[in-house]
């Protein structure tokens, strides 16, 4: 893990050699939200290539943050989990997040666009009690985008379960969300709502009535939208509210 020493006794610098090495932390941030086969960490880190993924787990499990084992239902497969030490990570790992959120400009992080990893994001935080129903299916499509990353598919199953497909699973859907990539985020990440966006013609929503009035509560959001909604309150901006 250590490619360059502080050479320091400082228990800072000793984390930040382990820490600090690039798509470290946000390995780290998939495994703490529950990725934990290697496909899976891979979707939340679209942009790093699988040899490098590969190295970094490997570090990681050298320094005793991570370990592997044959995953309890497919024993073929191997699955990554957090070590105690991993574990008391999860504040460090969280304030990074509300730090981000709340005093990185929002304006920067919307120029950093990524339909993979805002659906995925999305899959994972839906509060499905919120959508009234047992099953559902619901398209979204984001017109200006790639035809490879223009539409997405959420599936809710019986149990509750959301998977999300890049291709067309060949079931009725049950609404359709049209809007931009840009909109989308905005409103994942806290900075604009359904219903503004709405109103702006910025968004279109399609098909069941309830599941469309009830997109802000389902949505779930990001788990760092409170942290951006409370900076603009203390600068003194208006905070975009659903009732």
Known sequence: ?????????????MAAE????????????ELLAGSARFNELRRG????????????????????IVRRRPSRTDPGLIEYGLTEAGLDLGPLVEG???????????????????????????????????MGRERGVIQFRYAEQAPGERCWWLLIDADGAADLCLVDPGFDVDLYVATDLRTMTAIWMGADTVRQALADRRLLLTGDPAL????QEWL??????????????VAGEPVRQEP
């Open 18 to 29: 382990i820490l600090c090495t690039r798509w470290t932390i946000l390995i780290l941030r």
């Open 45 to 64: 880190v679209p942009r790093m290539s699988p040899a490098l993924l590969s190295q970094r787990l490997k570090a990681l499990e050298a320094a005793g």
């Open 96 to 130: 990074f997040g509300h730090w981000g959120q709340r005093w990185v400009r929002s304006e920067l992080s919307l120029e950093r666009l990524d339909a993979s990893l805002l659906m995925w994001d999305m899959r994972r935080n839906l509060r499905v009690e919120a």
């Open 212 to 215: 469309a009035a009830s997109m």
């Open 1 to 13: 893990m250590v490619e360059r020493s502080y050479s320091q006794f400082c228990p800072v610098a």
């Open 220 to 233: 779930g959001l990001s788990p760092f939208a409170r942290s951006h909604a409370a900076t603009r309150a």
